[in-house]
């Protein structure tokens, strides 16, 4: 009897939390004239708004109660109708060499994502995350092996963002770059992604230029050609990965739906749009794409668009059934392009000592959880 006292109670108060959650407003996914409504609204004054902006974006303030220039009764007003999102920094692990830490984020609901700060000459970037997993299943990727979870909100996404902009500027540095790169495939969380590289670029918020952000699709062809309809110039790179379809659709099966023929089409108009290089990632695979007839097909693939060529080679994961190519495939790989007048650069993945590297990020997070 007591025991089902309590489990009703407890539905009544998680559905009350619920609800109570679902009310309210959560700030850091507003733009400032949707934050000077949302301020009107309440029927308080607009100057509440700078304030509000004050607090949250330069003095980084998570609760309402410590904002101390507003009075108890406004306080307990924006309790009642927002919420600050606060991503909390559950591991934090940097590599032997120092250029790159990993952030362990855990999200409201307790799930957990990943960040990763890179220091690269003058360059400061941030790789980070758009999905708790991710549905599209990359056989060589971890995140992949998680199956998507759930999409990440603008507030969830930018705030990534906030953080490591806020962590720079406590040792006197600034974020220069960011890249959509981490778990998740961004394309198929368009909206929230999408307001979140508007907030990013804030002159308030994190200030990152447009041209300084790239995101990274698998190929999501509508998602590409949306992205030029949205008129927002962001750099844009593209996992190949493969030179024919019977090849990608093996590893990558999003070909399937998208083949290479109708991705690079996708991919060339976005060139001609935004008027700078796409970056190409190629993931090398011994013995399935690391060939010289690939490296050939891969300059008649993107011949005729200005691009770069990043050639990762395979970072191991559990369960993965591939191999790293050896250090003289991968040099040959790269020589070939070369030769052809491609800029090809070898990213040897940064962190892949911490289980940062690219596609390591799930793995990783399961061995610091
Ligand atoms: N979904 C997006 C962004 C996340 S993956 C995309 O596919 O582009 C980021 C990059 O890491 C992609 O280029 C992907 O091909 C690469 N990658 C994934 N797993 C990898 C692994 N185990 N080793 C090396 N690169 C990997």
Known sequence: MVWVARRWLSKMAFEYEAKMNKDRVELKGLFPNELGDAVAGLGLARYRTRQLVD?????????????????????????DNFTILDL????????????????????PDGRRIESVLMWEGKRRTLCVSSQVGCPLDCHFCATGKMGLIRNLSAAEIVDQVLYG???????????????????????????????????????????????????????????????????????????????????????????????????????KDYQTYIGRWITFEYVLLHGLNDSADDAHRLIDLVGDISCKINVIPWNPIDGGDYQRPSQ????????????????????????????AGCGQLYQALETVA
Do not use: C
């Open 165 to 267: 902009q806020r962590f720079l500027r406590q040792r006197g540095e600034e974020l220069t770059n960011v890249v959509m790169m981490g778990m998740g495939e961004p394309l198929l969380n368009f909206d929230q992604v999408l307001r979140a590289i508007r907030l990013m670029n804030l002159d308030f918020g994190a200030a990152i230029g447009i041209r300084r952000i790239t995101l990274s699709t698998a190929g999501h062809v509508p998602g590409i050609k949306r992205l030029s309809e949205e008129k927002l110039k962001i750099g844009l790179a593209v996992s190949l990965n493969a030179t024919t379809d019977a090849q990608r659709t093996m590893i990558m099966p999003i070909n399937k739906k998208w083949p290479i023929a109708e991705l690079l089409a996708a991919v």
């Open 88 to 107: 909390n920094v559950v591991g934090e692990v940097k590599t032997e060499s120092e250029d790159t830490v990993k952030f362990l984020f855990s999200l």
């Open 328 to 355: 003289k495939a991968i040099d040959l790989f790269v020589e070939i392009l070369a030769q052809a007048q491609l800029t090809a650069t070898v990213r040897y993945s940064k962190g892949d000592d911490i289980g």
């Open 55 to 79: 607090w949250l974006y330069n003095k980084g303030v998570t609760k309402f109660d410590d904002m101390t220039n507003l009075s108890k009764d406004v306080r307990q007003q924006l309790t």
